[in-house]
Nanobody, 119 residues
Framework: QVQLVEIGGGLVQPGGSLMPSCEVS?????????MGWASQAPGKERELIALLSSKNEPTYVDPVKGRFTIFRKNSENTVSLRMNALPPDATPVYSC????????????WGQGTQVTVSS
């Protein structure tokens, strides 16, 4: 079973930056997989906010365009999300999504990392 482990959450001031990362336990497939990050605010459903296709084409939901950047490091089996200009009083959990080509492994989610934006 593929495991995804996120790190890099924590406390940040309004307007600040964070960069959570996600490591995939299955080596050698991050480069050929669709990867994504989702955000889940308290009491709300999880929402995919950034996707990086296997062709390295990123897409973002409108609220994070221009502020967030998704990228992968194939040699480290990781996908990261650089987040800038974080809004105040937000406490979402960010989790990564792994969607490899069919037949390699099932789609998987990480357990999530908590981000708290507060002064």
């Amino acid at each position: 079973q593929v495991q995804l482990v996120e790190i890099g959450g924590g406390l940040v001031q309004p307007g600040g930056s964070l960069m959570p990362s996600c490591e995939v336990s299955l080596g050698g497939v991050v480069s050929i997989s669709d990867m994504g990050w989702a955000s889940q605010a308290p009491g709300k459903e999880r929402e995919l906010i950034a996707l990086l296709s296997s062709k390295n084409e990123p897409t973002y939901v409108d609220p994070v365009k221009g502020r967030f950047t998704i990228f992968r490091k194939n040699s480290e089996n990781t996908v990261s999300l650089r987040m800038n200009a974080l809004p105040p009083d937000a406490t979402p959990v960010y989790s990564c999504h792994f969607a490899p080509p069919e037949g390699i492994a099932p789609n998987s989610w990480g357990q999530g990392t908590q981000v708290t934006v507060s002064s």
